[in-house]
């Protein structure tokens, strides 16, 4: 197997160099967030530090967490280290309630995405000649802009389709001679089942690699893509809190994700909120070392998985982090898109009429998820001809459509037919097997 | 003019139904006419009894969603045509009609029309107008 590296130097450094830089940045981003960040200094100060007191990566522990609440709390621009001049993107993704958590970009952010994202794609061993089919959601989601800059970056000649229109992706796919796909694992299982019934065999296609991310997948999953698509299918990784995806990315040894260490920290934080050894799995946690527009210290991905700092096969020396075991909160991920119960209840509640009970339903219908949520229906809102109930079913689903980024299928029950449990509800039932 | 119909929201499970007119028919709730409206998910099933208010309450409890709707009845003759007459005039109208069912109490006898109309006393207005005359929720009772 051969391995090309965007960025040799920084992608085969040795430890104690990256260390040192890390060390740096890391002084530096805590320079920056405690200068032109209120939330950090005040939070800094509480713990009586000042930025003297953070030497390098040996204190990191010392600074406080950032939780996807202190976003929501300092909604939209409150965590901005520099002033919104320089922000030149915005993007945004679920909160808990009617509110996203934002993050901003300056000129400088994007341009170190798109290097990271360059590296990942390399890792892929996708580079200029190779055509890269963007079937990821180009808009607030990082995934499609992200993948976007990347394969640029590499000089791949880039085919932004977004999600979606499965017939439009298989022409272009067959006709463009499509090298490179991206998009979530469960979309291209779904490509891969539309071109087999199609009758679109593999020889007719130029597929050689999947760059797969925004959702956790089996390594049946994986299997099964690679048998039906004729490719490697690798994970990428990443949040728009942190970055967007290139915050790590496996390489075609597909031993785990490797992480830009020389951009971010990763720690893995267990339950009682300590720092845990390689190979452990908890909590991933990362601090942004090099990012202007929203730094972040040690911000809980609510991600759970381990990390490894083995040598990799490929060369490449930056730390590993496996594959995503689950969430330590209730979020959902359904067709790439993360979703919160919390989201869908702000939604129902802020509907008339609607019965404070319902439940939320995931499952799989071949290869892609389905949302079903489940409302009691009160003698309020009944109307008593078809049109009518269909008239609010629909009103509700695109309310939820656009509060939640995702369809959801809304079913009407009878007033007192969901579970009741004691105490906490039991309001989210996952079927879907991965 | 208007007479009460109970509207009841029905899954589609098996047993529903019968569930509901088990209900009424243990309650002596005797059922004059009764439609039901479904698509894939749900069923709206339609009825008109005497005791409306004693019906809606035994079907709530039941744990339905149910409510009463304002609707529209007419007596025909049961003789063909007597149906078309009817339609022809609400077509006349211009006024929406929203549903419409039947039910025959006595072969030969009278036949009994139900329709929800938009605006209810527009239509009976119009209907009288023409020689049409509708019935009252007593007159309903005592069928």
């Known amino acids: ?60 522990h010392l600074l406080p967490y950032t939780v996807k609440q202190d976003l929501r709390d300092h909604y939209p621009f409150g965590l901005f280290a520099v002033p919104q001049s320089e922000i030149v993107r915005i993007h945004a993704s679920s909160g808990t309630t009617g509110k996203p958590s934002v993050s901003g970009y300056t000129s400088g952010d994007v341009d170190r995405w798109s290097e990271l994202m360059a590296r990942s794609m390399y890792c892929a061993g996708v580079t200029r000649g190779d055509v890269v089919q963007i079937a990821y959601g180009y808009g607030l989601f990082t995934g499609g802009l992200g993948a976007h800059y990347g394969a640029e970056r590499v000089g791949a000649s880039v085919i932004p389709m977004s999600g979606g229109n499965t017939a439009r992706q298989m022409m272009l796919m067959e006709d463009f001679g499509t090298t490179t796909l991206c998009c979530t694992p469960s979309y291209a299982m779904n490509i891969a089942e539309s071109l087999r019934e199609a009758g679109v065999t593999i020889d ?27 490719i490697d299918a690798l994970n990428v990784y990443g949040l728009s809190e942190v970055m967007g995806p290139g915050v790590s990315m496996e390489c075609l040894c597909k ?16 339950e009682n909120n300590e720092t845990l050894p390689y190979g452990q799995e908890g909590d991933l946690t990362f601090t942004t070392l090099t990012k202007h527009g929203m730094p972040l210290l040690r911000y809980r991905t609510h991600d759970i998985c381990h990390l490894t700092d083995e040598p990799c096969p490929c060369g490449r020396t930056h730390i590993r982090m496996g594959p995503i075991q689950g969430r330590t909160d ?13 989201q869908i209840e702000h939604v129902l509640l802020g509907i008339k009429g609607i019965e404070p009970n319902y439940m939320i339903v995931v499952d799989r219908e071949g290869a892609l998820d389905t949302l079903e949520v489940q409302v009691e229906l009160s003698a309020e809102l009944l109307g008593d001809t078809v049109k009518e109930i269909e008239a609010l079913r629909s009103k509700i689903q695109t309310k939820l459509g656009n509060d939640v980024l995702v369809h959801a299928d809304v079913k009407f029950c009878q007033p007192g037919s969901l579970v009741r449990s004691d105490g906490k509800a039991k309001r989210v039932v996952d079927r879907r097997k991965m | 003019m208007c007479i009460k119909q109970l509207s009841v929201f029905i899954e589609n499970k098996p047993g529903s139904l019968a569930d509901i007119t088990g209900l009424l028919g243990e309650n002596d709730i005797d059922l004059f006419s009764l439609s039901i409206a479904d698509t894939a998910q749900f069923g709206i099933l339609r009825a008109i009894v005497a005791d409306y208010e004693k019906a809606r309450r035994l079907i709530a409890e039941a744990g339905y969603t149910v409510k009463l709707t304002d609707v529209l009845a007419v007596a025909v003759h049961d003789s063909p045509g007597e149906l078309a007459g009817i339609l022809r005039l609400l077509a006349e109208s211009r006024n929406d009609v929203e549903y419409l069912y039947s039910s025959v109490r006595n072969a030969g006898e009278s036949a009994l029309i139900i329709f929800r109309v938009k605006e209810p006393e527009l239509t009976a207005r119009f209907l009288a107008d023409k020689g049409v005359r509708l019935l009252t929720q007593e007159e309903i009772s005592v069928l």
């Open chain 1, 1 to 60: 197997m051969r391995h090309i590296y965007w960025n040799e130097t920084m992608e085969r450094m040795d430890r104690s160099s990256l260390r040192a830089i890390q060390d740096e940045r890391l002084r530096d981003v805590v320079r920056r967030v405690y200068t032109n960040v209120p939330f950090y200094r005040d939070r800094m100060q509480q713990a009586g530090l000042t930025p003297a007191d953070i030497r390098g990566v040996q204190d990191l």
């Open chain 1, 330 to 342: 209730d979020m959902l991920i359904i067709r790439g898109v993360n979703v919160f119960p919390s």
């Open chain 1, 255 to 270: 031993q785990g994700m490797h992480i830009w260490e020389d951009h971010f920290i990763a720690e893995i934080i267990g």
């Open chain 1, 204 to 230: 007719r296609l130029k597929l050689k690699v999947g760059v797969f991310g925004a959702e956790t997948w089996s390594p049946r999953m994986r299997y099964l893509i690679e048998q039906a698509l004729g």
